[in-house]
């Protein structure tokens, strides 16, 4: 299995920026894509930002231009770098690994999530 430990989440003003880390750790042969979501109350969970094996990323309309995503392969760790951040933002961020296993086994692993809210 894949274990994923989310960081840096916290309350901050508008227009300020945050940045999160998700590390995986387990019985990992390889990581396919590692992604960020987000559920707000009483919202659907929607997908962020995604980063597949080869470096490609996509992000939605929402946070393109004010969000990066990045990875350190070696460390096995994502990263969320959040800038210019608005009230719609807040959110419990959680973070998702495509993961291989040394088993070969394909699977989809999820964090705990992390806080982050926007006050205006």
């Known amino acids: 299995q894949v274990h994923l430990v989310e960081s840096g989440g916290g309350s901050v003003q508008a227009g300020g920026s945050l940045r999160l880390s998700c590390a995986a750790s387990?019985?990992?042969?390889?990581?396919?894509?590692m992604a960020w979501h987000r559920q707000a109350p009483g919202k659907q969970r929607e997908l962020v930002a995604i980063i597949r094996s080869g470096g490609g990323t996509d992000y939605a309309d929402s946070v393109r231009g004010r969000f990066t995503i990045s990875r350190d392969n070696a460390k096995n760790t994502v990263y969320l770098q959040m800038n210019s951040l608005k009230p719609e933002d807040t959110a419990v961020y959680l973070c998702?690994?495509?993961?291989?296993?040394?088993?070969?086994?394909?699977?989809?692993?999820w964090g705990q999530g992390t806080q982050v809210t926007v006050s205006p």
């Open positions: 998702n690994a495509d993961a291989t296993l040394t088993s070969r086994a394909r699977t989809s692993s």
């Open positions: 387990g019985s990992i042969f390889s990581i396919n894509a």
